[in-house]
């Protein structure tokens, strides 16, 4: 798999989840759209990706970063509630998104090596 698949499936996971999170709960707020915000950018950032833009590529991982550590607080919020659903929802989207990050990084150090060589 690739950086821009990968980012683009932790795109779409986290517009489904984020819509999901938001329209199924009892008093949503505004911030449960967050994630699927940050996947809507993803997806136009994408065919930069997939053309090894560099800017976009690094926007990208700082973008898919933020989202990283701001799932922390749903899925505390999650615990607190005892919301199993809750639980593997958020924690599905942090999968996806590290997952995509491992995928940011070894492009990145395939293409120092290919400049180096």
């Not at 707020?29 to 090894?52: C, R």
């Not at 998104?97 to 990145?108: E, G, L, M, R």
């Amino acid at each position: 798999m690739k950086a821009h698949q990968a980012s683009l499936i932790n795109a779409i996971i986290l517009i489904a989840f984020g819509a999901w999170a938001y329209f199924s709960s009892e008093s949503p707020s505004i911030t449960a759209l967050i994630p699927a915000v940050i996947g809507v950018i993803l997806v136009f950032m994408n065919p930069g990706i997939k053309k090894e833009n560099k800017v976009i590529a690094h926007i990208a991982v700082l973008l898919t970063l933020l989202i990283l550590f701001g799932l922390v607080k749903p899925l505390t919020g999650a615990l607190d509630r005892g919301s199993t659903m809750g639980i593997i929802r958020v924690l599905i989207m942090m999968l996806s998104t590290v997952v995509a990050i491992i995928y940011f990084v070894k492009s990145f150090i395939d293409a120092r090596k290919a400049r180096n060589n």
